[in-house]
């Protein structure tokens, strides 16, 4: 089983400021990582994804996330926030295909950070 | 390009009342997933099905089926609608690598 904890529920931040959303996650097999957005009253979009390679991952909108295996941790960051990009974001786990079990493809989420961007 | 759609967006029901909700994957995409997010929640997993057939099961009442038709798209049928049904429903889908799945819109559903 895997389980996902956002470090942070709610994070308010000026614009033009540095973000980092922190995602630590807990798994007895490998897994792949995701973060996706959601804007309110919509649907979740993805923002990046870690499948295997670079631990460094960029995904749309400026933001970019780094796998550290060893603290099991897929923090998100952005270098520069807009007032666009208030929203929350969820980071979620899925285990790797050859990993075994019977939960291939099932995303476990994290409780989300529901970022805001202040002028 | 083409996305997930949803149908309805929107649904209102009655206590004890039935509500079928409706995922269109997008092309080419064999595998569905549905989600239920509370309020104030993070989603949470039902069902997912690969090829028609039910790949995996999550926390869904027994008062939920839900299948895979021929064209791929699903319904997730809802009977007996408790007041804390009320939610809003994503569908998932994945192309057979299923490593990334793409949500919907979602359906919003509210019991009364």
């Known amino acids: 089983a895997q389980s996902v904890t956002q470090l942070d529920s709610q994070v308010p931040v000026f614009e033009e400021a540095p973000v980092e959303l922190r995602c630590n996650y807990s798994s007895s097999v490998s897994v792949y990582l995701f973060w996706y957005v959601q804007y309110p009253n919509q649907g979740l979009q993805l923002l990046l994804k870690y499948l295997s390679g670079s631990t460094l991952v960029k995904g749309i909108n400026g933001f970019e996330a780094e796998f550290n295996k060893s603290q099991t941790s897929f923090h998100l960051r952005k270098p520069s926030v807009h007032i666009s990009d208030t929203a929350e974001y969820f980071c979620a786990v899925t285990p790797r295909a050859n990993a075994g079990g019977t939960s291939y493809g099932k995303l476990t989420f994290g409780q989300g950070t529901i970022l805001t961007v202040h002028p | 390009a083409a996305g997930v759609i949803q149908s309805p967006r929107h649904l209102i029901k009655e206590k004890r009342e039935t509500a079928t909700l409706k995922c269109y994957p997008i092309?080419?995409?064999?595998?569905v997933y549905w989600y239920q997010q509370g309020p104030g929640q993070d989603p949470q997993f039902l069902i997912s099905?690969?090829?028609?057939?039910?790949?995996d099961k999550g926390s869904i009442p027994d008062r939920f089926s839900a299948q895979q038709f021929s064209d791929y798209h699903s319904e997730l049928n809802m009977s007996s609608l408790e007041l804390g049904d009320s939610a809003l429903y994503f569908c998932?889908?994945?192309?057979?690598?299923?490593?990334?799945?793409?949500f919907g819109p979602g359906t919003r559903l509210l019991v009364l």
């Open positions: 099905f690969y090829e028609k057939m039910q790949s």
């Open positions: 092309p080419r995409h064999d595998t």
């Open positions: 998932a889908s994945s192309s057979t690598s299923w490593e990334t799945q793409y």
